[in-house]
């Protein structure tokens, strides 16, 4: 197709026609087989949205766009890690990703593992498998199963600072030094002890991104190291009338349950992630021509890229050379435009940079291009350039908050604010993290902030062992809307949320409060549609679920209540509550304020 945008452009009608549903408003993620179901991908969304801004000549701009808006609208389980950068509200929804790097952190084993566990496996297998038992035993352990649940740690870290991350991911990199060979990304269907590229990527991942946290070089060669053991998973040759052979990358060297074997077989979606690793390792080591071999494996993707109107724009799971045959399986090519993304010249995720040093490091976040970043004298300053028509979401971590006049961009003020609904920047004291939006009215925007006062704020806090939220003295980082329910908000002493569809409701996770503590929790809220609410709640044997609920009705009037929950008469609330969630209602468009969440004990009684 000639030219890097017109591959892109083609590839983008996967999302406007190929995969979508016009009747659903939603996406398949796959054709021919789709075990998920529609849904709203925030990433298909991302892509449609980033497309526009850098393909600003192009005719369907303003169709992408219109697609990409209409996916956020309809959006109800949040907009991924990545997208807020991008589309704002990164301010609201940073709850929910510290709260999966918590959970990360709890279920990481004293010596800094994750194993295999077949009887997890068999009981939250979605997509009916054999036992997996065959697959492994129970306390395996190899690098796949560790390697990329390290580096989202890491990532975490180096964009926040958190020292309870960088302690759990290092700690794992330390394990994951036993391993010399790639094994055991894909035991869904794989046995644990099979060869696998998938591990060379998420090893490359994670050692890069300690590298880059730490800049220690043994990092940087363990990074290398996986790069290289890829290698062998990729056709560096091809027969003269099979051109996508040339960088086709098998997925492992053995067998889907030890019966559909992957000898020349490509599965370029694996290829596609380990190409991704390899054009984040070029930027530092040239020992190989990575970013070579990571442009030819995702070409080899686009050779196989379907042409007619029923699969346009995706391409096969799997493609057998030796039979010439395509899986019937086709996969969408968000993989694929991430990489051509790169290809063009644009980060396909949000950067970090770091200035300052020891405990004093300050950390700047944005989807923008961050340049010349410096700390001087007691100030900050920095620039940010991108597409002209994109607006600059920040995220500042490591500093104290900025005091009067002392935002500026291009040398204007820029004033603090609640609500990042217009230019204006807003500062967490729990979290010491300062978030901003900048609108774009030029190809360079220069930001300064006066006086900085660098602050190192505990990202990753230990399990709540109280039921007592008053949220005029804070603690909405202690929750986070998981389902149905836009962004969170405080205002004046109110946890602040609007459901947007029927089922929507908030969750705190780790908790380790005693059962025995509390009798009954009293609610203070308001809602202004639906009859009634439930409140549930998990234990170390029994996981969140009706079975451990209580439903009681609601007056949505609007007007504040007090609603008393007897949690002290349910057989199931006894030992430690794991977890806790809220439904507030059971009706959408609800407005939904919260005053209150407060535990009372037995002895109160």
């Known amino acids: 197709r000639k030219t890097l945008d017109k591959e892109l452009e083609f590839s983008l009608n996967a999302y406007m026609n190929t995969l979508w549903l016009p009747d659903k408003q939603a996406w398949h993620n796959t054709l021919d087989w789709d075990p998920w179901g529609a849904s709203v991908n925030p990433e298909f969304a991302r892509q449609l949205w980033l497309s526009a801004k850098i393909l600003p000549s192009n005719p369907k701009k303003a169709e992408y766009l219109e697609r990409a808006d209409l996916a956020i609208k309809n959006m109800k389980r949040g907009y991924g890690k990545d997208f807020p950068f991008y589309i704002g509200g990164l301010d609201r929804l940073y709850p929910g990703y510290r709260n999966n790097i918590i959970g990360l952190i709890n279920s990481q084993n004293e010596d800094g593992s994750w194993r295999f566990d077949p009887d997890v496996w068999n009981k939250n297998d979605t997509i009916p498998h054999l036992d997996y038992h065959k697959l492994g035993k129970k306390d395996d352990v190899e690098l796949g199963l560790c390697a990329q649940k390290a580096y989202t740690l890491l990532k975490y870290t180096r964009m926040t600072g958190d020292k309870a991350s960088l302690d759990a991911g290092l700690k794992a990199l330390a394990f994951m030094g036993r391993f010399t060979i790639p094994r055991a990304s894909q035991v869904w269907e794989v046995p644990v002890h099979t060869p696998d590229v998938l591990a060379s990527a998420h090893g490359v991942q994670a050692y890069l991104e300690a590298y880059k946290i730490t800049n220690k070089p043994s ?85 196989q890229q379907e042409t007619d109107k029923k699969y346009e724009g995706l391409y096969p799971d799997s493609y057998d050379f030796m039979t010439k045959a395509k899986s019937a399986w086709k996969l969408s090519p968000s993989l694929l435009i991430r990489n051509l993304f790169v290809m063009m010249g644009y980060s396909a995720e949000p950067g970090t940079t770091v200035v300052g040093s020891g405990d004093e ?52 003020i820029i004033n603090e604010t609640q609500e990042l609904g217009t230019e204006s920047w807003k500062y967490d004291p729990s979290s010491g993290l300062l978030f901003m939006k900048l609108k774009r009215i030029a190809d360079v925007m220069k930001v300064e902030i006066k006086g900085v006062k660098p602050r190192y704020a505990s990202q990753i806090r230990s399990a709540i062992d109280k039921i007592n939220w008053q ?20 205002r004046d002493g109110y946890l602040i949320n609007k459901s947007i569809g029927s089922d929507p409701y908030v969750v705190c996770e780790p908790t380790k409060i005693k059962a025995s503590e509390y009798s009954e929790i009293a609610i203070r809220m308001r809602t202004s549609k639906g009859e009634m609410a439930q409140f549930f709640w998990s234990t170390e044997s029994e996981p969140l679920g009706e079975a451990n609920s209580i439903s009681f009705p609601i007056v949505s009037d609007g007007k504040i209540h007090e609603y008393v929950i007897p949690v002290g008469k349910h057989d199931k609330w006894k030992g430690t509550i794991t977890s806790i969630r809220l439904d507030p209602t059971n009706s959408s468009d609800s407005e939904i304020i919260i005053e209150s969440i407060i535990g009372r004990s037995a002895k109160s009684d």
Request: negative net charge; aromatic residues 20%; glycine residues 8%.
């Open 361 to 412: 490091k300050i950390r700047i976040s944005s989807a923008l291009q961050i340049k010349d970043a410096v700390l001087s004298d007691g100030n900050l300053k920095f620039s940010l350039s991108y597409p002209s028509e994109m607006d600059a979401y920040i995220m500042i971590a490591g500093i104290d908050k900025p005091v009067g006049d002392s935002v500026l961009k291009d040398q204007n």
């Open 219 to 303: 990092y940087l060669f363990e990074a290398v190291y996986w790069a290289y053991t890829g290698l062998p998973f990729v056709y560096l040759w091809n027969n003269s009338d099979m051109p996508y052979m040339l960088y086709a990358s098998i997925p492992v060297f053995g067998a889907t349950w030890f019966t559909g074997s992957w000898f020349g077989v490509a599965v370029q979606w694996n290829g596609l992630d380990y190409a991704y690793a390899l054009y984040n390792l070029a930027q530092y080591d040239k020992s190989l021509p990575w970013q070579k071999i990571a442009d030819g494996l995702t070409v080899n993707a686009l050779y």
């Open 471 to 490: 949220f005029k003295q804070g603690g909405i980082y202690d929750w986070f809307p998981a389902n149905d329910l836009d962004s969170f908000a405080i």
